[in-house]
C-alpha cells in the first residue's frame, strides 16, 4: 500500500482544504457529490469499509500522534493515496464552524443513489427491513441505521422527507452503521411501497394506537410472513394514513399506564429485536 502523505496546513484559504468550508452545509455537500465522516472511530470505519473513495483527512495535531498508525496505511478504492491534511485546532473551528468532530474529518465522495429493487433484491432469505416516513431528525434516522446493523435488518427504505443517512449527525450517531447498512429511497411516496410487496414482504405498521395487536405475539405468530418490512413514522404525528393504509399488519409495543409513546429509535430497537433475534422461537 501507498502511505498516507502528510500535509501541515497553516493558512485558511488553502486550496486543498476549501471543501472543509462547506461540512456546515450539509445540502451543498451532497450537491457536490461529497458527505462528511467525523469522530476518530467513525472514520476509522469508514476507512476500514472500502466502499467509499475517500478524498482525504483532515485531522489535529493529537489525532495525528494518537492515530497515525491506524491511519498510515489506509488508502482509497484503487489504491490512490489519501491526503492527510493536519491542521490547528484553531484553524479547524474556525473553517468548519463546528467542534463536534473530536479533531478528526473525513471527505469522502458519495455512491450513486442504487434504486429501491436492486437493494430488495440483494437480500436472501426471511430478510426484514425498515422503511421510515418523514424523519427528518438526524439522531433518529442514525438511531435506526445503528439498531438497524445491531439487529440484523437487510436495509432501511427512506420516504423522500427523510434525513440523508450520510448527513455528518446522521453517520456519526449510527456510529457508522449509516455507512454499511445498504439503503434507498422510496418515491412517489407511499405507493412506491408496492415495491416491497412485488419482493414478497408483508409490510407491517409500528403504532402506538392501544387496539393494535401485540408486537411479541405478532412476531411469534407461525403463520405470519417470514419476509417483514417495519414501516415507521414520525414521533409526534406517527405515520400518514395513506401509508399506513399500504400495511398489511400493524403492531403495537405495550408501555406502563400513563406513557403513551417511545423514542423512535428505541420503538424501531424493540421492533427489530422481536422481529429478528427472537425470529428461531417461531
Same mark, same amino acid.
Do not use: W
Given at each position: 500500500m501507498t502511505p498516507v502523505p502528510v500535509v501541515y496546513v497553516t493558512d485558511l484559504d488553502d486550496p486543498r482544504i476549501a471543501d472543509y468550508r462547506d461540512v456546515p452545509d450539509a445540502r451543498l455537500l451532497e450537491e457536490k457529490g461529497l458527505f462528511i465522516a467525523e469522530s476518530r472511530l467513525v472514520v476509522r470505519r469508514l476507512l476500514d469499509d472500502g466502499r467509499y473513495r475517500v478524498r482525504s483527512?483532515?485531522?489535529t495535531p493529537a489525532v495525528e500522534r494518537e492515530d497515525w498508525a491506524v491511519f498510515r496505511e489506509i488508502v482509497g478504492p484503487g489504491e490512490v493515496p489519501v491526503p492527510y491534511f493536519v491542521v490547528s485546532p484553531e484553524l479547524m473551528g474556525r473553517l468548519t464552524g463546528f467542534n463536534?468532530?473530536?479533531?478528526?474529518?473525513?471527505? =469522502?465522495e458519495r455512491p450513486a443513489p442504487v434504486a429501491p429493487k436492486e437493494v430488495l433484491r440483494g437480500l436472501t432469505g426471511n430478510a426484514v427491513v425498515i422503511a421510515l416516513e418523514e424523519i427528518t431528525n438526524a439522531d433518529n434516522v442514525g438511531g &435506526?441505521?445503528?439498531? =438497524?446493523?445491531?439487529?440484523?435488518?437487510?436495509?432501511?427504505?427512506?420516504?423522500?422527507?427523510?434525513?440523508?443517512?450520510?448527513?455528518?449527525?446522521?453517520?456519526?450517531?449510527?456510529?457508522?452503521? =449509516?455507512?454499511? &447498512?445498504?439503503?434507498?429511497?422510496l418515491a412517489p411516496w407511499p405507493d412506491a411501497l408496492a415495491e416491497l410487496w412485488a419482493e414478497g414482504f408483508?409490510?407491517?405498521a409500528l403504532t402506538p394506537a392501544a387496539g393494535a395487536p401485540d408486537?411479541?405475539?405478532?412476531?411469534?405468530?407461525? +403463520?405470519?410472513?417470514?419476509?417483514?418490512?417495519?414501516? &415507521?413514522?414520525?414521533?409526534?404525528a406517527g405515520l400518514s394514513q395513506a401509508a399506513e393504509?399500504?400495511?398489511?399488519?400493524? &403492531?403495537?409495543?405495550?408501555?406502563?399506564?400513563g406513557v403513551d409513546s417511545?423514542? $423512535?429509535?428505541?420503538?424501531? +430497537?424493540?421492533?427489530?429485536?422481536? $422481529?429478528t433475534m427472537k425470529k428461531s422461537e417461531v
Open positions: 483527512l483532515l485531522v463536534f468532530h473530536r479533531g478528526c474529518l473525513a471527505l =469522502a &435506526v441505521f445503528r439498531n =438497524a446493523q445491531a439487529f440484523g435488518a437487510g436495509a432501511v427504505l427512506l420516504s423522500p422527507g427523510c434525513c440523508d443517512p450520510l448527513y455528518r449527525k446522521a453517520i456519526r450517531t449510527s456510529m457508522a452503521a =449509516a455507512l454499511r &447498512v445498504p439503503f434507498a429511497r408483508a409490510i407491517v408486537l411479541a405475539a405478532f412476531a411469534r405468530d407461525p +403463520g405470519r410472513a417470514r419476509r417483514l418490512a417495519l414501516l &415507521v413514522g414520525t414521533e409526534g393504509a399500504m400495511a398489511d399488519a400493524r &403492531v403495537r409495543i405495550p408501555m406502563a399506564p417511545l423514542n $423512535l429509535a428505541t420503538a424501531t +430497537g424493540i421492533a427489530l429485536y422481536e $422481529l
